[in-house]
């Protein structure tokens, strides 16, 4: 049985990873949510009835991040009983992703999910802005330590526009270097019951499920509409 593993990434901070994780998990039910942050604690209180196991990448001795902790990760989904993954990846751990890319070898990376059947697919956040340049160049850097072994996908979060010299610039990039990407966000309606319903559902940690029809109308299109 091949596993699956969907990984949220992007090393600046507080730009929608876990907004991200949280809708890829309400499509996904059944899908194991891993919380890879180990600076806050935003997935796990987001999907609480998810009870999203926490991965720690510090190093007990050094008490820094071990990027050879991707090992272990992936070790475990090859173990496990489910066959897909979504991992939230905290910035300090997502910044060390490309440094383990390379210092292992891509090539070497994928022939070793390959043996354990494990299909890894990394979902690189990016947002517009005065955070588009921190994110655009994190995204070169994964896309160029990956080497073309895994399929990346770009997900721009809504919540911060780009403007129009940046949306060239970002779908520019992508066609290049044939990357698909998508936009999302919480709700697309921004009124403010719309946006007092999001807050509060976040916070219960409940999930969608069993939210009223006129309360999970505000969620359904952007879950449904995550093309992954």
Do not use: W
């Amino acid at each position: 049985m091949t596993k699956k593993i969907i990984q949220i990434t992007q090393a600046k901070g507080g730009i929608g990873k876990s907004v991200l994780t949280y809708l890829i998990a309400e499509k996904y039910k059944d899908a194991i949510v891993l919380d890879c942050d180990d600076a806050t604690t935003s997935i796990s209180k987001h999907l609480a009835y998810r009870n999203p196991p926490k991965v720690t990448f510090i190093d007990q001795v050094t008490k820094r991040i071990d990027r050879s902790s991707f090992n272990s990760l992936f070790e475990s989904v090859a173990t496990a009983n489910k066959d897909l993954f979504i991992v939230d990846n905290g910035a300090s751990v997502a910044e060390q992703l490309p440094k383990y890319f390379e210092a292992n070898n891509s090539i070497n990376v994928r022939e070793m999910l390959d043996t354990s059947c494990i299909e890894l697919q990394i979902v690189c956040v990016v947002a517009g802005g005065n955070n588009f340049k921190a994110t655009m160049e994190y995204l070169v850097e994964l896309v160029e330590s990956v080497k073309g072994q895994f399929k990346i996908v770009v997900a721009h979060n809504k919540h911060f526009p780009m403007s129009e010299e940046q949306a060239s610039a970002f779908e520019r990039y992508c066609a290049e270097n044939d990357l698909s990407f998508f936009k999302y966000d919480l709700v697309n309606d921004k009124g403010e019951l719309a946006m007092r319903t999001a807050e509060n559902v976040l916070q219960s940690g409940k999930g969608l499920s069993g939210l009223s029809p006129f309360r999970a109308v505000y969620f359904k299109g952007c879950v449904e509409n995550i093309p992954l």
